[in-house]
């Protein structure tokens, strides 16, 4: 089926386009009452997910109210360590927990390597149901959590201020780490490769908790793992490249290691001006972002001044990708949003060729 809109695919791989392309991270999401009837219907968050003809319906919502250029699939980041038996379970108002924490390296040896047709088969049949309902109107994006992202929730039991026994072990027994990051980089590989089988016309791989290690520990256990990952993907499926999005958050000061990882784009966060980002990355990768996502509490007329100020940071030329730099908050009135995409398709022709 002919993609109808390309505009993402393109700006990701640095091609020309008739105005910069905008999607939001977790675009389906808690903000929307739409999202939150389908939940309700659902039972459970994972119930959600795990349903492919819910987590189709939960995909599609933001593209029926808004003029975006892509769509992501629903799902979770930590679908890869409940596959590995740790049994992913959610608290409300405290987020994400597994019953079976990791807490040796015999634990850490025993972890199979998941079956991606089987135990996430349910990812994969969202995606190809997803591919074929959205009609070839936007493109459908993949993802997957980082190694290291995945590691901190596995080692401490749900989410983490400091880190502690992740970074513990790091430091105090590396060989450990190192096992368990390289089968999860194994994993995410296969992980995202059969979504691209699927029908994900482009993958996002979520480094959420890159910037909580030091600059030495982020590219040992870290930007190595994600490197591996770019290394293995699938760059061509169906006739078109698939571009591959790295979005490392909290890292700024690894711009330059990123952009030679092998990846088509960059997501950077809202502690950088893309300016200064694309100086450093020049002309090797497209960048994705970087509105800092509290902007949306704002009144439109703000959210229309911030935009078009991240539109001209970044500047004249190809390779932007307009997004949040991080995920929208529940908080957020939907309008806000609108006004967002409104104000993207409204400044950004000018700053494309032929305009």
Known sequence: MKLKNDRL??????????????????QAGRYLPEYLATRAEAGSFMQLCQTPELACEVTL?????????????????????????????????????FERPLSSRAEIEALPRPDISDSLRYVTDAVSLTR???????????????????????????????????KRLLYQDPNTAHVLLGKLAETVTDYLNAQIE?????????????????????REFSLSYMQQIVDGLKREHDGRKIPVILFSKGCNT??????????????????????????????????QGNLDPSILLADP??????????LESFGPGEGHVFNLGHGITPDVDPDHLQALIAAV???????HRGN
């Open 345 to 351: 398709a409204e400044f950004s022709p000018a700053l």
């Open 301 to 310: 007329d703000v959210i229309r001044r911030e935009v078009r100020r991240t």
């Open 254 to 287: 690894q711009l330059e290691a990123l952009a030679d990882s092998g990846c088509d784009a960059l997501g950077v966060d809202w502690t950088i001006a893309l300016s200064e980002a694309r100086r450093r990355v020049g002309d090797r990768v497209a960048l």
């Open 132 to 166: 074929r309902e959205i009609g070839g109107k936007v493109p459908l994006l993949g993802f997957s959590g980082s190694p290291w992202t995945l590691a901190t929730y596995m080692i401490e039991g749900g989410s983490s201020k400091t880190f502690g026994k992740a």
């Open 198 to 218: 699927a029908g994900a016309q482009g993958v996002q791989i979520f480094d959420t908790w890159g910037g909580a290690l030091s600059f030495d520990a982020y």
């Open 61 to 97: 919502q933001p593209l029926r109210r808004y003029d975006l250029d892509a769509a992501i699939i629903f799902s979770d980041i930590l679908t890869i360590p409940d596959a590995m038996g740790l049994g992913l379970y959610f608290v409300t108002g405290e987020g994400p927990k």
């Open 9 to 26: 695919l393109k700006a990701l791989l640095r091609e020309p386009v008739d105005r910069t392309p905008v999607w939001i991270m977790r």
